[in-house]
């Protein structure tokens, strides 16, 4: 299974961007997708999370501002991001816990990493 994440880029504070990040390989499917962050100097942390069942959450720095989303049929999820602070300025992972069919008759449930996608936020 691979995760694919794209969007990020350059852009000025209280602009815009939207990532996007799709699984593929062999799922049987996924349960939470998530975005995470990594500023340089800090340690990753959580930016926002969706279930398979659409429920979201959201650090406390992204609330009202950020939006994540998903697309099960197309194995996506997506994270619109407005407004954004030179404090946003970071590499971008996103994550999925994916179940996948080990043998015949066993599944399991493994947790997937993307690539990282840089965002940089101007003032």
């Known amino acids: 299974v691979q995760l694919q994440a794209s969007g990020g880029g350059l852009v000025q504070a209280g602009g815009s961007l939207r990532l996007s990040c799709t699984a593929s390989?062999?799922?049987?499917?996924?349960?939470?997708m998530g975005w995470y962050r990594q500023a340089p100097g800090k340690q990753r942390e959580l930016v926002a999370v969706?279930?398979?069942?659409?429920?979201?959450n959201y650090a406390d720095s992204v609330k009202g501002r950020f939006t994540i989303s998903r697309d099960n049929a197309k194995n996506t999820v997506y994270l619109q991001m407005n407004s954004l602070k030179p404090e946003d300025t970071a590499v971008y992972y996103c994550?999925?816990?994916?179940?996948?069919?080990?043998?015949?008759?066993?599944?399991?449930?493994?947790?997937?990493w993307g690539q990282g996608t840089l965002v940089t936020v101007s003032s």
């Open positions: 969706v279930t398979n069942g659409a429920i979201t």
């Open positions: 390989g062999s799922i049987v499917s996924i349960y939470n």
């Open positions: 994550n999925a816990y994916v179940v996948i069919r080990d043998t015949p008759r066993r599944d399991s449930l493994r947790d997937y």
